[in-house]
């Protein structure tokens, strides 16, 4: 799988994303065709080698004629929904532009279709966020994996004077995604780039990968601690079809009415929960107690742990992100005796291990032949075993 790994750890901007897709091998000019097909004009690329502490990358600057930069969500939407640009790079500007109004909308206390844009409204941010949809489908990367985000501290100017940072807008953007103190005073992470890495990335740790080449994005400014570029690791992961992350929720409850905690169970699982279990405890203070374990898809961590904590007697919720490794399953119809049964087959690396009856239809067929479960279960796997037999043979 092509995965190209972003590790910002001067941050990112829309100029610095520019510049590393350029560093890794992106042509300007593939990015200057998929501009012209906006209308907007006054914009041009200047890309060059520049060092931050000695370590070179592409800047890439975005050198703009226009002056007066008010446009609302709506007119830069409606400029890219009717564009050329090919399907995938709009719906993906779309949504950066989106996500990047979204923000402005809340910070201002205003309806979504009345946001003017300034900073990020303005050409030199249109032309960076198409940019980087075109870009990186130049690159043509199965996905984009980014570590987490470098947020600043102190204040900066933009239009409606001097805004904390990290930026509000900023803060509203990256929602849901994971940040660390970033230890500067400068701006790290602008709207535009954390609009970019929160749509086009998931967060993670640098995977597993045949490293194929890596590039740094250069930032504008100086820093002294630190250089400032973005670097991206582009190489093959090969993740294999049956391995894949998920984020593992625990905590401990000892003051709960049993009713509730089937209820949770039932909250859970239908919120998006892959899978929810009890354990019994011996807690502190001599407390019969349980414990509660809750396997959530990667990214949903924190929506549901904090539906344990609303939805439960839990002060304190445990997350971790894990590696899960599983068979791959797909589900087929057994013809038996007593009628069709719903089976799953398990594979590993495509090939076939064993094939388990499913509960749910096993049931159905005990209930209308008046038969014990258990019995229909034996003859159901009676069945399959013959099919898995015939199955193996033909592969």
């Known amino acids: 799988m092509r995965t190209l790994y972003l590790d910002p750890f001067s941050g990112i901007s829309g100029d610095m994303f520019l510049g590393l897709l350029v560093d890794l091998g992106v042509p300007v000019a593939d990015l200057e065709t998929a501009l012209t097909m906006l209308p907007v004009t006054g914009w041009r690329l200047q890309a060059a080698v520049e060092r931050r502490q000695g370590i070179a990358g592409t800047r890439l600057r975005v050198e703009c004629e226009e002056t007066h930069h008010h446009r609302t969500w709506r007119d830069i939407d409606a400029m890219l929904a009717q564009s050329s640009l090919a399907g995938p790079v709009r719906e993906s500007a779309r949504r950066i532009f989106r996500r990047i109004g979204v923000a402005e909308a809340k910070v201002h206390g205003i309806a979504l279709d009345e946001v003017h844009f300034h900073e990020v409204g303005a050409l030199d941010s249109i032309v960076d966020i198409v940019a980087a949809a075109a870009g990186l489908?130049?690159?043509?990367?199965?996905?984009?994996?980014?570590?987490?985000?470098?947020?600043?501290?102190?204040?900066?100017?933009?239009?409606?004077?001097?805004?904390?940072?990290?930026?509000?807008?900023?803060?509203?953007?990256?929602?849901?995604?994971?940040?660390?103190?970033?230890?500067s005073e400068f701006e790290l992470v602008t709207p535009t780039g954390a609009a970019i890495a929160?749509?086009?990335?998931?967060?993670?740790?640098?995977?597993?990968?045949?490293?194929?080449?890596?590039g740094y994005g250069v930032g504008g400014r100086h820093l002294a601690d630190r250089p400032n570029l973005l670097r991206g690791i582009l190489g093959d992961t090969s993740v294999p079809?049956?391995?894949d992350q998920v984020e593992v929720l625990e905590t401990h409850i000892d003051?709960?009415?049993?009713?509730?905690?089937?209820?949770?169970?039932?909250?859970?699982?239908?919120?998006?929960?892959?899978?929810?279990?009890?354990?019994?405890?011996?807690?502190?203070?001599?407390?019969?107690?349980?414990?509660?374990?809750?396997?959530?898809?990667?990214?949903?961590?924190?929506?549901?742990?904090?539906?344990?904590?609303?939805?439960?007697?839990?002060?304190?919720?445990?997350?971790?992100?894990?590696?899960?490794?599983?068979l791959e399953r797909e589900t087929a119809t057994?013809?038996?005796?007593?009628?069709?049964?719903?089976?799953?087959l398990l594979r590993q690396a495509g090939r076939l291990l064993r094939i388990a009856p499913e509960y749910e239809g096993c049931r159905r067929l005990a209930r209308a032949a008046g038969r014990p479960l258990p019995e229909v279960y034996r003859l159901v796997e009676r069945a399959a075993q013959e099919m898995a037999s015939r199955m193996q043979d033909e592969e």
């Open 137 to 183: 489908a130049v690159l043509s990367v199965d996905q984009v994996i980014c570590a987490p985000l470098p947020l600043s501290r102190g204040f900066v100017r933009c239009a409606h004077g001097n805004f904390p940072l990290p930026a509000p807008a900023t803060v509203e953007i990256l929602h849901g995604v994971p940040v660390v103190d970033g230890n």
């Open 198 to 214: 929160a749509e086009i990335a998931t967060f993670g740790p640098l995977p597993a990968m045949h490293v194929a080449r890596s």
């Open 241 to 243: 079809s049956d391995t």
């Open 255 to 326: 003051d709960s009415n049993p009713e509730w905690l089937g209820a949770l169970m039932e909250d859970l699982l239908a919120a998006g929960a892959l899978d929810v279990a009890y354990v019994p405890l011996q807690m502190k203070k001599n407390r019969p107690g349980v414990g509660v374990t809750v396997i959530a898809p990667q990214g949903r961590g924190a929506e549901l742990a904090g539906h344990l904590l609303r939805e439960s007697s839990a002060i304190g919720v445990r997350k971790q992100t894990v590696e899960r490794l599983k």
């Open 334 to 344: 057994l013809a038996t005796e007593l009628g069709a049964v719903e089976v799953k």
